[in-house]
């Protein structure tokens, strides 16, 4: 069974930075696309960032040029790395694996516990 731990998140400036981990087990699969989401309270859920298996990425565009996603495939771990944070940033961050519809179906979508990220003005 797939396991996504995410750890970093917290309490932060406007303009500062943080960085987002999730540690991932439980799988065998080589085809694979991970993620981020994030949910802000009484807002749905929205992707932030997706890396497939061969590397390549895409962001939203309310994050482009301040956050990069990256993974590190010998330590099973996804990264969020957040630069010149905003307000409009705060809400609980999630990990996400898909090994089959690569983060478009819901259904097939795998969950971190998530992490929550504030931003202060």
């Known amino acids: 069974q797939v396991q996504l731990v995410e750890s970093g998140g917290g309490s932060v400036q406007a303009g500062g930075s943080l960085r987002l981990s999730c540690a991932a087990s439980?799988?065998?699969?080589?085809?694979?696309?991970m993620g981020w989401f994030r949910q802000a309270p009484g807002k749905e859920r929205e992707g932030v960032a997706a890396i497939d298996s061969d590397g390549s990425t895409s962001y939203a565009d309310s994050v482009k040029g301040r956050f990069t996603i990256s993974k590190d495939n010998a330590k099973n771990t996804l990264y969020l790395q957040m630069n010149s944070l905003k307000p409009e940033d705060t809400a609980m961050y999630y990990c996400a694996a898909d090994f089959s519809h690569c983060l478009r179906l819901i259904a097939t979508i795998n969950w971190g516990q998530g992490t929550q990220v504030t931003v202060s003005s």
């Open positions: 439980g799988y065998t699969y080589s085809s694979y696309c």
